[in-house]
């Protein structure tokens, strides 16, 4: 008989337990959906930049225009995005690594 030890290197090992795989779910629930909606709304900014011109280049107020709300808002949504990361990674991720951190430092001794 075999002791899971020797069954696979601890990398394989730790990636077949449940920690680890929640791990990646929780992860993927959150990068999956925020990458989607990120690059929907680039594709959104360069769509209309191309066939909307005249939407685009409508004058708000002094000389800023749709264009440049909509390239600045870029920037925004791009740091938003990654404060909600780093929420998530806080409260849903950090104590899940380091579990798995732990089992990792634990069968490599």
Do not use: C
């Given at each position: 008989?075999?002791s899971?030890r020797d069954?696979?290197?601890?990398?394989?090992?730790?990636?077949?337990?449940?920690d680890?795989q929640?791990?990646?779910?929780r992860f993927?629930?959150?990068?999956?959906?925020?990458?989607?909606?990120?690059?929907?709304?680039?594709?959104l900014?360069?769509?209309?930049?191309?066939?909307?011109?005249?939407?685009?280049?409508?004058?708000l107020?002094g000389?800023?225009?749709?264009?440049?709300?909509?390239g600045?808002?870029?920037?925004?949504?791009?740091?938003?995005?990654?404060?909600l990361?780093?929420?998530?990674?806080?409260?849903?991720l950090?104590?899940?690594?380091?579990?798995?951190?732990?089992?990792?430092?634990?069968?490599a001794?």
């Amino acid at each position: 008989m075999t002791s899971t030890r020797d069954e696979g290197t601890v990398y394989e090992r730790v990636q077949g337990s449940t920690d680890f795989q929640e791990l990646r779910r929780r992860f993927r629930a959150f990068a999956f959906p925020a990458t989607v909606v990120f690059l929907a709304w680039y594709l959104l900014y360069v769509v209309l930049s191309g066939w909307a011109r005249g939407f685009m280049g409508a004058t708000l107020f002094g000389h800023i225009n749709v264009a440049l709300v909509f390239g600045l808002l870029q920037f925004v949504s791009t740091f938003l995005i990654a404060w909600l990361y780093a929420r998530h990674a806080s409260s849903r991720l950090d104590g899940l690594a380091d579990r798995v951190r732990d089992k990792v430092e634990e069968d490599a001794r």
